[in-house]
Structure formats: structure tokens, C-alpha cells
């Protein structure tokens, strides 16, 4: 049984950092992509990043966010700094059986966490 977990979110505010972390269990970590989405309310979710045969973010979090993973740890970690009020969202990572696919569509991902919250305030 696959799940994925993950960790970190909390209140901030703006200008402050968070680290999520997403831990895999019951598959194979480094054979699989691993994304990162958010979703605000009311709003469909995005594409935030992706971590495989390449390591990608979307343009709105460039040169704030990072993605990494820990294969040894099965574990993918979102480090997210200068963290605005418009990255207020629930963030849930996501796994694809193709770790050199390069998907930033919802859809395309086969497992999905739970989704930790991270609110920033002015």
C-alpha cells in the first residue's frame, strides 16, 4: 500500500521559510517522480515542482522554492523561502511511476498525500 506523508506546514509570515518534507512508503522511491501541487480555495491546483530525471519549479515560486529528495530516506522535500500571502494553500506531494517523466499536471500522478497546510500572513 502506497502512502505518502507529508510534514512541515504551519502559520508564517511573510518573508519567512518552511521545509516540507513528503515521506514514500510502499514503493519503489527512486523509481518514481515525485511533485509537489498546491491548491488555494476556491482555486484548482497548481504545479509548484517536481523532482525525477529533473528537477523543475513553476515560474510563480523560481528562485524562492527548491525541491529535493533523500532516495536513502524516501523522502522529497520542498524548501520554501520569502514565502508571500499569495502562497497561502494546502500542499500535497504526489508520486508517478516514471522517474524521468517531467508531468506538472494533476492527473498525470498516480499517488497523492494527504496535503499539509501553510498559511502566510501580511
Known amino acids: 500500500q502506497v502512502q505518502l506523508v507529508e510534514s512541515g506546514g504551519g502559520l508564517v509570515q511573510a518573508g519567512d521559510s518552511l521545509r516540507l518534507s513528503c515521506a514514500a512508503s510502499?514503493?519503489?522511491?527512486?523509481?518514481?517522480?515525485m511533485g509537489w501541487f498546491r491548491q488555494a480555495p476556491g482555486k484548482e491546483r497548481e504545479f509548484v515542482g517536481l523532482?525525477?530525471?529533473?528537477?523543475s519549479v513553476a515560474d510563480s515560486v523560481k528562485g524562492r522554492f527548491t525541491i529535493s529528495r533523500d532516495n536513502a530516506k524516501n523522502t522529497v522535500y520542498l524548501q520554501m523561502n520569502s514565502l508571500k500571502p499569495e502562497d497561502t494553500a494546502v500542499y500535497y506531494c504526489a508520486a508517478r511511476w516514471e522517474y524521468y517523466s517531467a508531468r506538472k499536471v494533476a492527473q498525470d500522478y498516480d499517488y497523492w498525500g494527504q496535503g499539509t497546510q501553510v498559511t502566510v500572513s501580511n
Open positions: 510502499g514503493l519503489t522511491f527512486s523509481n518514481y517522480a
Open positions: 523532482s525525477g530525471g529533473s528537477t
